[in-house]
């Protein structure tokens, strides 16, 4: 059972553009959400976190975007680049009983020049 | 060392064979976290470690797979009897073990079994 779901699997975007991803859980337990990128033969690598007391949070080009009451939450990268193209996972937790991850499926996101 | 090292990098073992993987963690962090990742997919959680125990074992898959952390640092994850479903990559996280500490993920163990 996938306890977050993701969306889209594959993303195209012209350079300079949004590139926004979407995830959905339905554990209200889930107190921590990360999100992480992906290079090839690279482990994953945080890119932005957020807890549920906020609905949204910014750090430099990328945004999560939280909706407690949906169950929702989504990454926004403006003025995507090329170095930007990645695998993107959306994540969930619940930190006290330590913090293991539930992972989506994963979005590619290619960037073009 | 400055990151999670996971080695080998890449290992393909007959099916049937026995097969560990080793994660060094970064040092002082206390919690460790082992996940699989297959073609496609997310990362799966495996096992969780806060020092030398298993704090969490509910993601191992079946009794074939092990994992150990006897001194609270380095740990061995060790997978009996391999079948061709276990290929994936095998990846590791470290973090402080505090309350929403970041991990750090090493670059996975490709698994192959043929």
């Known amino acids: 059972q996938q306890q977050v779901k993701q969306s889209p699997q594959s993303l195209i975007v012209q350079k300079g553009g949004i590139s926004i991803i979407n995830c959905a859980y339905e554990?209200?337990?889930?107190?921590?959400f990360p999100w992480y990128q992906q290079f090839p033969g690279k482990g994953p690598a945080l890119l932005i976190a957020?807890?549920?007391?906020?609905s949204e949070k910014k750090e430099g080009r990328f945004t999560i975007s939280f909706n407690k009451s949906a169950k929702q939450f989504s990454l926004h990268i403006m003025d995507s680049q090329p170095g930007d193209s990645a695998t993107y996972f959306c994540?969930?937790?619940?930190?006290?009983?330590?913090?293991?991850?539930?992972f989506g499926t994963g979005t590619s996101l290619t960037v073009i020049p | 060392g400055a990151g999670v090292s996971q080695t080998p990098s890449n290992k393909v073992t007959e099916k049937g064979k026995y097969v560990e993987l080793r994660c060094d963690p970064i040092?002082?962090?206390?919690?460790l976290y082992w996940y699989r990742q297959s073609l496609g997919q997310g990362p799966e959680f495996l096992i969780y470690?806060?020092?030398?125990?298993?704090?969490?074992d509910s993601g191992l898959p079946n009794d074939r797979f092990f994992a150990v952390r006897p001194e609270g640092s380095v740990s061995t994850l060790k997978i009996q009897r391999t079948e061709r479903g276990d290929s994936a990559v095998y990846l590791c996280?470290?973090?402080?073990?505090?309350?929403?500490?970041?991990?750090?993920f090493g670059q996975g163990t490709r698994l192959t079994v043929v």
């Open positions: 994540a969930a937790s619940v930190i006290f009983t330590g913090n293991q991850f539930y």
């Open positions: 554990n209200t337990a889930f107190d921590y």
């Open positions: 040092s002082g962090h206390t919690a």
């Open positions: 957020i807890r549920p007391d906020v």
């Open positions: 996280a470290s973090s402080l073990g505090t309350l929403g500490a970041e991990a750090f």
């Open positions: 470690f806060q020092g030398t125990g298993a704090a969490d």
